[in-house]
């Protein structure tokens, strides 16, 4: 069974947005720490957006701060990644992570212990 299945991928044009959603298969998955990662064809997988297990602390890298935003829904299951102002090169297929074992934020692929199979984001300029 996939722990994390992702939707509300499509196609954009450059400056829309969209909204990514994580659901988790079980509760427990309320209490990990989360991120969003993505991976471009040729490229590696790298995080757009990361939340401590409380949702109190993030972490977005310089290509995505301030356009991007990770949250929990009041069913906290589900995780988001708010993606406003949208360009070409977000282009990539993204995938949330849940890591089980850590409270504070996690930034490397390798710490994550869960994933979901991604969903496809693409951006038209």
């Known amino acids: 069974q996939v722990p994390l299945v992702e939707s509300g991928g499509g196609l954009v044009q450059a400056g829309e947005s969209l909204r990514l959603s994580c659901a988790a298969s079980?509760?427990?998955?309320?209490?990990?720490?989360m991120g969003w990662f993505r991976q471009a064809p040729g490229k590696e997988r790298e995080l757009v957006a990361a939340?401590?297990?409380?949702?109190?602390?993030?972490y977005y890298p310089d290509s995505v701060k301030g356009r991007f935003t990770i949250s929990r829904g009041n069913v906290k299951n589900t995780v988001y990644l708010q993606m406003d102002k949208l360009k070409p090169e977000d282009t990539a297929v993204y995938y949330c992570a849940a890591d089980p074992w850590t409270l504070g934020v996690r930034r490397a692929p390798d710490e994550y212990q869960y994933w979901g199979q991604g969903t496809q984001v693409t951006v038209s300029s």
């Open positions: 939340m401590s297990s409380s949702g109190l602390n993030t």
């Open positions: 079980e509760r427990r998955f309320g209490n990990y720490a």
